[in-house]
């Protein structure tokens, strides 16, 4: 082997690795990561999937790259709506620097539901199928199981009380079909999302909004019906679009995945020290007492209130951070950590610096509960949000436990001692404090609301009650004040701070690993906040909800299971 040659066509690679255009890929069959990894196992399972704060920055960098010729998507995987109109925000506004925008999918649902996925396909200027995909255009559903039949037969009894109508997580247990409130919320939740899905796919397929709705309707298509209904451009294997890409941008052009462009060298920007930042703060999952995580009961990443709390401590005793950006993807959880938070953002703030909210795919109950005192809530039209209330109560299980022939006895000093048992149901007294404790925290709740969005009481009641909203409707009720993004709101937040528009963002809490092996010196210091594996939610009703009944996750939570399909 010739050593000059060698050479020469090492430097040869390197410098067309330099200059050759560039076409970024991104697949999404994997779904996204909301933030950062919470503990190492979640950063082990996570470890294929693209971070959307790495794809947001990659897409945004590229609007202003001349190298970068077009983006194509591989689209599919588990999204959530308000991530899905994030992502199609981006690439609409990347097409909008003329790039190429391509979005192709082996199936839409493969003869089944799959609005969401392509409804964020027609962001692109061009959509492909594979010839053997479908698109499962068929509309948004939301389903409600309902066990009080089944319970009734084993024996059980959900005792519990909710604020208000509204709140109806419990309705699984206590009801036989949906209230008349129930039906109401849910019916207005999934029209506002046909609403954003109609509009979205009218815009990007160049159809008539009434023809859409015919369309979905209509669904789901054959691939072939779906290129003739001008749903899809053409269908075609994936070598088949890379080919045409190439043809159109040149045989030379590099393919590189979003989240690896941006994280190139040319992206980077050294920090400097003492240079004014912006602090991004990631909330996602469940909110519970104790370190952010990951817990047995938990559903993967959990929101810790000592992790939150001191990365605002953190960026508040930080004389170079000017604004803080809050990303809130949580469906609620414990009110005591909820509360925690709520008073570390109000703190923040009162320190002279901006708190602006980031909502995902959900920001509800305790999610809207640490998110109500910030400057500025920043929503997506898609965000469920809201659920402005609070339920508890307990699973009785005596009636199973008798027709099993299973005894207990209880010996107690007391009266309340036993209060919270499944085995036996509250007593007149015991009820009446979970009454007191109900009423309590819905009073808390909503004054707290009233003050941060600035209404009166019994305004801030007629929103609350335990409704959820979309964050469209939630806008237009007050209780978000815009539609956008996470770019939005690290905008926001540079124009609230009066710093430049490229100002850098920085993760908090963020600890080196030395610093999350050693003890912490104390509660202030940043080491105190790193990830561990403990699960509280419920306070004095953790043991309860571990055991029956109602959800281990506190509280505040949204109700139901909200999958948007």
Sequence with gaps: MDPTKTIIDTVERFRRRRTAPL?????????????????????????????????????????????????????????????????????????????????????????????????????????????????????????????????????????????????????????????????????????????????????????????VRELIDEGPFLGAEAVEAGLVDRLAYRDEIYDEVKRDVGDDALLQFVSRYNKTIKSIKLPHP??????????????????????????????????????????????SVKAVVFRVDSPGGSYVASDAIWREVVLTRKAGKPVIISMGNLAASGGYFVSMAADTIIAQPGTLTGSIGVLGGKMVTGGLLDRLGITSEQ????????????????????????????????????????????????????????RVWTGADARENGLVDELGGLEDALATARDRAGLPADSPVRAYPKTNALERLRPPESSEDKAAATAGLRLEAWGPLNRLAAELGLPATGPLVLPGQWIIR
């Design 411 to 466: 010996v107690h000093v007391g009266a309340n001692a036993g209060m919270f048992l499944p085995s036996r149901p509250f007593s007149g007294e015991q009820w009446s404090r979970v009454d007191a404790w109900l009423d309590r925290i819905y009073k808390d709740f909503v004054t707290k609301v009233a003050e941060g969005r600035k209404l009166d009481y019994d305004r801030a009641h007629e929103l609350a009650r335990g």
């Design 23 to 211: 076409v970024l890929e991104l697949d999404l069959t994997e779904g996204l990561v909301e933030g950062p990894p919470a503990d190492p196992l979640d950063a082990l399972l996570s470890r294929r999937k693209a971070r959307l704060a790495d794809v947001l920055g990659g897409l945004k960098r590229a609007r202003q790259d001349p190298r970068v010729k077009a983006l194509i998507v591989k689209v599919g995987g588990p999204l959530g709506l308000a991530a899905v109109q994030e992502l199609r925000q981006a690439v609409i506004q990347l097409r909008s620097s003329g790039k190429l925008t391509i979005a192709y999918a082996e199936t839409f649902g493969e003869f089944g539901a799959g609005t969401v996925p392509y409804y964020l396909a027609t962001a692109f200027e061009r959509v492909y199928l594979q010839p053997s995909g479908d698109v499962g255009l068929t509309g948004v559903v939301m389903e409600q199981r309902f066990a009080k039949g089944t319970l009734d037969k084993l024996g059980l009894d959900y005792q519990v009380g909710q604020r208000h109508e509204y709140k109806t997580a419990a309705n699984t247990f206590t009801q036989s079909q949906m209230t008349e409130a129930h039906q109401e919320m849910t019916t207005r939740l999934v029209e506002s999302i046909v609403e954003q899905v109609v509009a979205g796919v009218a815009e990007g397929r160049k159809l008539a909004p009434e023809r």
């Design 274 to 319: 003492g240079e004014q930042a912006v602090a991004l703060i990631h909330g996602h999952g469940i909110i519970r007492l104790g370190r952010s995580g990951r817990g047995p009961l938990a559903g993967g990443g959990a929101m810790g209130s000592d992790t939150i709390c001191a990365a605002f401590r953190a960026a508040r005793r930080d004389d």
